[in-house]
């Protein structure tokens, strides 16, 4: 399977604990991307890499979750002293970006997404 | 910021039918429109896309629509199968969010009875 690829595909784990998700993108892509979703929701973007720099945090990423991409491939997520709200499936993206056009106009790039993580905190 | 619209929550044909699917954005910048079709447990898949330079597209019996004015976006599935029963989202990028991260509607359940 060449797609993007998520370990462990479920955690169960007592409130309190830390937990490390991984996700190993699609090769050739150099942008990575962190989602949440939660039940009967859409995702919703957590951070974005850009080969091994973190370019983008959202708002939902508290000071207890941290993302790493050291080498510029695969990426963990953690999440320190997990709490019950923390529950939800957490999904990883890649993306390779296009070249610009001749017009000079940025193509937009198709995040491919994988399996997820489903954590629950009990 | 950006935020996605999508209606209706669940959708229920019968087989051979069309189902409908409609989104509204609010950042008139956005340029990017994807659909994703995600089944219980597994990954969202992207279905089919469009961006803010064409007003329809289609593939097969799936098709989107944009209107760029009203700031809508509509799939459009035809001659539904019960493989289509699934939830679909729709999703929304640049503009203001700027083109790194997906805005998604909250999804529609689509239910396909034979």
């Known amino acids: 399977d060449t797609g993007v690829s998520q370990n462990p595909r479920h955690k169960i784990t007592k409130r309190g604990q830390n937990v490390t998700f991984r996700c190993d993108p699609i090769?050739?892509?150099?942008?990575l991307y962190w989602y949440r979703q939660t039940l009967g929701q859409g995702p919703e973007f957590l951070t974005y890499?850009?080969?091994?720099?973190?370019?983008?945090k959202s708002r939902l990423l508290s000071d207890r979750f941290s993302a790493e991409r050291p080498k510029g491939s695969f990426s963990t997520l953690e999440i320190q002293r997990t709490e019950q709200g923390d529950s939800a499936m957490y999904l990883c993206?890649?993306?390779?970006?296009?070249?610009?056009?001749?017009?000079?106009?940025?193509?937009?790039?198709?995040?491919?997404f994988g399996p997820g993580t489903r954590l629950l905190v009990l | 910021g950006e935020n996605v619209e999508q209606h209706p929550s669940t959708l229920s044909v019968q087989e051979g039918d069309s189902a409908v699917i409609k989104c509204t954005y609010s950042?008139?910048?956005?340029?990017?429109f994807p659909w994703y079709k995600q089944e219980l447990g597994k990954r969202p898949q992207l279905i089919i896309d469009?961006?803010?330079?064409?007003g329809e597209k289609k593939d097969q019996r799936i098709a989107v629509t944009l209107n760029k004015t009203a700031k809508h976006f509509s799939l459009h599935i035809t001659e539904t199968q019960p493989e289509d029963s699934a939830v679909y989202f729709c999703?929304?990028?640049?503009?203001?969010?700027?083109?790194?991260?997906?805005?998604f509607g909250a999804g529609t359940r689509l239910a396909v009875h034979p």
């Open positions: 999703a929304a990028i640049g503009g203001a969010g700027g083109y790194n991260k997906l805005i």
């Open positions: 950042d008139s910048a956005s340029n990017y």
């Open positions: 993206a890649s993306s390779s970006p296009r070249i610009p056009g001749t017009s000079g106009q940025i193509k937009q790039e198709t995040q491919y």
């Open positions: 469009i961006r803010s330079n064409v």
């Open positions: 890499f850009q080969n091994e720099a973190q370019l983008e």
């Open positions: 090769s050739e892509h150099n942008r």
